[in-house]
């Protein structure tokens, strides 16, 4: 069993940076993949990054790129996101999510197990 619990998100302007966190419970995160996911409203959930479970490996979607970071640290159990140059568009609610091994893409939700409940973020133009 894995809980997942983000933090960080928040109202910024545009141009802005906030950095998201995801502490994770359980002796299985240091062997897990991480991602970020984000769902806008009426928009369906999609991949923003996601990371190896060594953090040797990352990958971003294209709209993101030079923008965000993924990170995680095994011995705090957390995984991060850094987020500068925010746009309006970035506005939705981000989720973190844990791949146990399923052995599906990382982009693809179903390689995730277990998920937070999702922190809002809103950017302001």
């Known amino acids: 069993q894995v809980q997942l619990v983000e933090s960080g998100g928040g109202l910024v302007q545009a141009a802005g940076s906030l950095r998201l966190s995801c502490a994770a419970s359980?002796?299985?995160?240091?062997?897990?993949?991480m991602g970020w996911f984000r769902q806008a409203p009426g928009k369906e959930r999609e991949v923003v990054a996601a990371i190896s479970w060594s953090g040797a490996s990352t990958v971003y979607t294209d709209s993101v790129k030079g923008r965000f970071t993924i990170s995680r640290d095994n011995a705090k159990n957390t995984v991060y996101l850094q987020m500068n140059s925010l746009k309006p568009e970035d506005t939705a609610v981000y989720y973190c999510?844990?791949?146990?091994?399923?052995?599906?893409?990382?982009?693809?939700?179903?390689?995730?197990?277990?998920w937070g409940q999702g922190t809002q973020v809103t950017v302001s133009s």
């Open positions: 999510a844990a791949d146990l091994g399923s052995g599906y893409n990382v982009r693809d939700a179903k390689a995730y197990n277990y």
């Open positions: 359980g002796r299985t995160f240091s062997r897990s993949h």
